[in-house]
């Protein structure tokens, strides 16, 4: 059975810090493209950051250019979200997906598995 777990969302200032990670189990996770998207209450989830595979090639929404850096640990099945300078408009839950040996793709539908999502709030 594939299960996707994020974790490290909470509660931050405006201008904090935050990192999520994205574990997986069930599936060669060092063969999957992973994603990271957010949905904010009355809002459609919107596509955040992606890493290939291999690491080679990530992608970003322009909201989080130069804040947000995603990275890979596939030795230990693990894939994170560095947020820095964290603003209220970032408030949301945080879900990571992850497809099989894909391009870096921002569409929702294009990933197979999702975890159940960690909730992030930035205050003002």
């Known amino acids: 059975q594939v299960q996707l777990v994020e974790s490290g969302g909470g509660l931050v200032q405006a201008g904090g810090s935050l990192r999520l990670s994205c574990a997986a189990s069930?599936?060669?996770?060092?063969?999957?493209?992973v994603g990271w998207f957010r949905q904010a209450p009355g809002k459609e989830r919107e596509f955040v950051a992606t890493?290939?595979?291999?690491?080679?090639?990530?992608v970003y929404a322009d909201s989080v250019k130069g804040r947000f850096t995603i990275s890979r640990d596939n030795a230990k099945n693990a894939v994170y979200l560095q947020m820095n300078t964290l603003k209220p408009e970032d408030t949301a839950v945080y879900y990571c997906?992850?497809?099989?040996?894909?391009?870096?793709?921002?569409?929702?539908?294009?990933?197979?598995?999702w975890g159940q999502g960690t909730q992030v709030t930035v205050s003002s």
């Open positions: 997906a992850a497809r099989y040996r894909t391009i870096a793709t921002m569409y929702p539908n294009s990933y197979d598995y």
């Open positions: 890493i290939t595979w291999s690491g080679s090639s990530t």
């Open positions: 069930g599936i060669t996770f060092s063969s999957y493209t």
